[in-house]
């Protein structure tokens, strides 16, 4: 993806808007790379995005099981955070690949882990906190 989108919140609210708008928008096969330090909001961008896909399920980030699964909205989410990761390898036993290429949608929490096994057609979103601003501002960046 070669556009670059690009938004400032103010509130864990409005960082949760963002991700229910891209949500609403999200098609079948796509992927979504989540970057951010701890605490920066990719949970809460996520429980956005699931609502946007029409899941009313309390999503949250499947740091010790890897990969949650939500089936009920209008596609499937495949909901992981790679964070304990060590090797890429691992993800082959999660069967990755299945998932990447199936009928639903891929949030990927801590992405950076595993780069190299992610598509061409991933979509990059960055969700930073700037500390000479307030503490709910947070600066997000898809590309």
Same mark, same amino acid.
């Given at each position: 993806m070669t556009d670059s989108r690009y938004w400032e919140t103010a509130a864990a609210e409005e960082t949760r808007a963002i991700g229910?708008? #891209? +949500? #609403?928008?999200?098609?079948?096969? *796509? $992927?979504? %790379? #989540? &970057? +951010? &330090?701890? +605490?920066a909001g990719k949970t809460v961008f996520c429980k956005g995005f699931a609502e946007g896909l029409g899941i009313r399920e309390t999503v949250n980030s499947p740091t010790f099981t890897i990969l949650q699964i939500y089936e009920e909205g209008r596609l499937p989410l495949y909901h992981f955070d790679v964070y304990r990761i060590e090797d890429p390898e691992e993800m082959e036993e $999660?069967?990755? &690949? *299945?998932? #990447? *290429?199936?009928?639903? $949608?891929?949030?990927?929490?801590? %992405?950076q882990r595993i780069e190299e096994l992610l598509p061409a057609h991933t979509h990059y979103i960055e969700i930073r906190r700037d500390p000479g601003r307030d503490p709910g501002f947070r600066r997000i960046t898809m590309h």
């Open positions: 229910r708008q #891209l +949500g #609403l928008a999200a098609q079948a096969g *796509e $992927v979504y %790379a #989540l &970057d +951010g &330090d701890l +605490g $999660v069967g990755l &690949d *299945e998932y #990447l *290429e199936g009928s639903g $949608v891929c949030l990927i929490e801590w %992405a």
